[in-house]
């Protein structure tokens, strides 16, 4: 069963303007880490945030912020004032901490920022 | 400090031939991966590591083979290359735990051609 779902194929979004990454996750363990991947077309995977099932608040990195309803089990990107060089693919990736826990990916949202 | 490096970058195949998929981290990670990214897939987990001597099966492992003698490598081998296994490889390593600093660290990636 799918663990990740990221249902935006593709999403645009002009310079300076805020943009929202969805993604869904399912699981049964109370305990599991949330993390955003970034991909530029040169092909390398960049952190950019994470979220722990027990953490009280939302997480932040600089631009990036992520919107954690763990009720809804979402774990939404937003990244604020858009920047050219945020055109990439974007992953949410999870990883259970029960028995033998691998890391999950979603799909991936293709971001297209335009000036 | 080099993080994970992984060799080759690119690679061309014959349909039939074996080759290995070199992995090394110098952050004494104890959890290591190999992903396969194809367009629209997303990255799908081949094999995984927890330790050395431990390894253990992902989503897609059929035609690949995995060892891990040391904490550092954690080659992937192709036994008889088809085209299907075209592919972009990652290799990946991180902490087995959830928590702050526990993202994975990603390999260049491997661009495979299987002619």
């Known amino acids: 069963a799918q663990k990740i779902t990221q249902t935006q194929p593709g999403m645009f979004v002009q310079e300076k303007e805020a943009v929202t990454l969805d993604c869904t996750y399912d699981?049964?363990?109370?305990?599991?880490?949330l993390f955003w991947y970034k991909q530029p077309s040169s092909g390398e995977m960049i952190f950019l945030i994470y979220?722990?099932?027990?953490?009280?608040q939302n997480a932040t990195e600089g631009r990036y912020s992520l919107n954690f309803q763990k009720a809804r089990k979402s774990a939404n990107l937003v990244i604020s004032a858009s920047q050219l060089g945020d055109s990439a693919m974007y992953f949410c990736a999870m990883r259970e901490m029960s028995g033998y826990s691998t890391l999950t990916f979603g799909k991936g949202t293709m971001l297209l920022v335009s000036p | 400090n080099a993080g994970v490096t992984q060799t080759p970058k690119f690679q061309v195949l014959k349909t039939g031939q074996s080759m290995t998929l070199q992995c090394a981290q110098d952050m004494n990670h104890e959890y290591m991966s190999w992903y396969r990214q194809d367009p629209g897939m997303g990255l799908r987990l081949i094999h995984y590591s927890v330790g050395a001597g431990i390894t253990d099966q992902g989503e897609v492992p059929n035609g690949y083979n995995v060892s891990r003698s040391t904490t550092e490598d954690f080659p992937l081998r192709l036994l008889s290359a088809a085209p299907s296994q075209t592919s972009v490889y990652f290799c990946a390593s991180s902490y087995y735990r959830t928590g702050r600093g526990t993202e994975a660290f990603f390999g260049q990636g491997t661009r495979l051609t299987v002619v």
């Open positions: 699981t049964s363990d109370p305990s599991y880490g």
């Open positions: 979220q722990g099932s027990y953490d009280q």
